[in-house]
């Protein structure tokens, strides 16, 4: 056994080292060709692209030819219709004005006619107006006038009165004021002073009075 | 007896319902004594009750009461104090006269005045008086419970016209 595994390990040996010698061998070989490869397509590419950038150019250039071309047409016809409408709307314009310039005139004229005819009437009217004014406003002032005094003279009227009552009704006040002082001091004065008969027979009176007015 | 004759003896010299009942206490107090074993059996009742209240401040009331007569006071000696306690309450029924006099008057002129009402008024009419100085010049009183000012506003007011027209003239003679 341990034979075996040593042969296989000394087999294993070998081939690493044949595999190592050959791939070195195989490099040396493949490398140059690689980068040969490699530097053509390069070649290849860079062709192509430059060719491609040539072509562009040119597509450009042609399309910046046409473009200036065709933006110069237009500017032309731009201006040309520009041009026209200018013209049109000038022509219109003269024309208008010339219509305004007559219908003005017309009624410039019609209105002084109408103004001429209105400020006549007008100052008839006021004249015819203010007479009747003046007239009324006489009459009215005197009737104001008469309506005034009358109503003075009977708020003056309708004062007096009202003095004299409330004059009367004050008089009338005081009057029961002093009565009815006179009253208690009487009765403070027979109380203090009259003697026992004297209220005694002020009592008798007093009782004579309430049978004669049938009390009892 | 009867209790009207009794009453009416009671009414002859009392005129206020005060009196009358401080009467009837007087009596009653005199006739259980006599009850219970009085002073004197054998003399007169009525001189039996004035020598008891001899020198008492009652001795004017038991004079009153001693004038209603010996018979009255032997009939209700003799009856027992039922009779007594009817006569009260026939006293309390007996039409009043509430006076409201400007001062207190002396008992001759209330018994005058009790007199004069019992002629005018009722028959059997009691004063109860009061004092109310407001009253001066007359009176007032309360007459089956209505209330008449007779007093000298009454009288004032009988005359305003003149007393009216005396005030106008001491206005003009004095015053303007």
Redesign the interface.
């Given at each position: 056994m341990f034979v075996f595994a040593a042969g296989v390990a000394l087999a294993l040996i070998v081939l690493l080292a044949m595999e190592f010698y050959n791939s070195r061998r195989v490099n040396k070989l493949t490398y140059p060709v690689y980068e040969y490869a490699l530097k053509r397509a390069e070649e290849e590419a860079n062709r192509i692209v430059s060719q491609a950038r040539a072509e562009a150019r040119a597509l450009v250039e042609s399309a910046e030819a046409e473009s200036v071309k065709l933006t110069t047409a237009h500017q032309r016809e731009d201006d040309a219709a520009q041009q026209a409408y200018q013209s049109a709307l000038q022509a219109l314009l003269s024309r208008f004005e010339n219509q305004i310039k007559v219908a003005a005139d017309t009624a410039d004229e019609a209105n002084k006619r109408i103004s001429a005819e209105a400020v006549e009437a007008l100052k008839a009217q006021a004249h015819a107006a203010q007479e009747v004014q003046a007239q009324s406003l006489q009459a009215t002032t005197a009737e104001m006038a008469k309506r005034v005094d009358e109503r003075f003279a009977a708020a003056f009227a309708a004062a007096e009165k009202e003095v004299a009552e409330y004059a009367r009704a004050r008089k009338d006040l005081i009057?029961a004021r002093?009565?009815e002082l006179?009253?208690e001091t009487?009765?403070?004065v027979?109380?203090k002073n009259l003697p026992?008969?004297v209220?005694?027979q002020?009592?008798?009176?007093?009782?004579?009075?309430?049978?004669a007015n049938k009390?009892? | 007896m009867t209790t009207d004759q009794i009453l009416e003896k009671i009414l002859s010299n009392t005129f206020t319902k005060n009196d009358c009942f401080k009467k009837l206490a007087v009596l009653q107090d005199f006739l259980d004594t006599q009850s219970y074993g009085g002073e004197s059996k054998g003399a007169a009742l009525t001189a039996a009750l004035k020598s008891r209240y001899e020198n008492t401040d009652d001795r004017p009331v038991a004079e009153a009461v001693a004038a209603w007569g010996e018979e009255v006071i032997a009939f209700l000696m003799k009856e027992s104090s039922h009779e007594l306690q009817s006569i009260k309450s026939r006293v309390a029924a007996l039409p009043e006269l509430v006076?409201y006099?400007?001062?207190a008057?002396?008992e001759d002129?209330v018994a005058?005045?009790g007199a004069?009402?019992r002629d005018?008024?009722?028959a059997q009419v009691l004063l109860e008086i009061h004092v109310d100085?407001?009253s001066?010049?007359?009176?007032f009183?309360v007459?089956k419970d209505l209330f008449?000012d007779?007093?000298?506003?009454?009288?004032?007011l009988k005359r305003?016209t003149e007393?009216?027209a005396m005030?106008a003239h001491h206005e003009k003679t004095y015053v303007h």
């Open positions: 009057d002093i009565f006179i009253g009487m009765k403070i027979f109380q026992s008969e209220h005694m002020l009592v008798r009176l007093a009782l004579e009075e309430a049978k009390v009892f | 006076l006099l400007p001062t008057l002396h002129h005058a005045l004069w009402c005018a008024v009722d100085s407001s001066a010049g007359g009176c009183f007459w008449y007779f007093s000298l506003s009454y009288f004032m305003d007393i009216r005030l």
